[in-house]
């Protein structure tokens, strides 16, 4: 089983870019497929976007569509999240997520989680 870590989280203002990264320990990282999740305080861990093993096929919810792109470099065992345009209501802690099922898009089909790196967006 892999385990994650998560970085490049930290205070931006809103308009701003942040790139999160996500490490993969272990060697068989080709073989599962990604995502990234965030929690708002009081709310729930939710879904933000996912992509395959090979990273042909990426997914994003609407809310962050056109503003983050999900990727990932299976030499490198590392899967990114590049966030552009940021916006108050995407301060959240940021989750790195693995899983062995062909995609990821909810908190029950994770196999493992990284420890979370903390974004926030002022206004």
């Known amino acids: 089983q892999v385990q994650l870590v998560e970085s490049g989280g930290g205070l931006v203002q809103a308009g701003g870019s942040l790139r999160l990264s996500c490490v993969a320990s272990?060697?068989?990282?080709?073989?599962?497929?990604m995502g990234w999740f965030r929690q708002a305080p009081g709310k729930e861990r939710s879904f933000v976007a996912n992509i395959g093993r090979s990273g042909a096929v990426a997914y994003a919810i609407n809310s962050v569509k056109g503003r983050f792109t999900i990727s990932r470099d299976n030499a490198k065992n590392t899967v990114y999240l590049q966030m552009n345009r940021l916006e108050p209501e995407d301060t959240a802690v940021y989750y790195c997520a693995a899983a062995t099922t062909r995609e990821i898009t909810t908190v029950g089909e994770v196999d493992t989680w990284g420890q979370g790196t903390q974004v926030t967006v002022s206004s």
């Open positions: 272990g060697r068989t990282f080709s073989s599962y497929a």
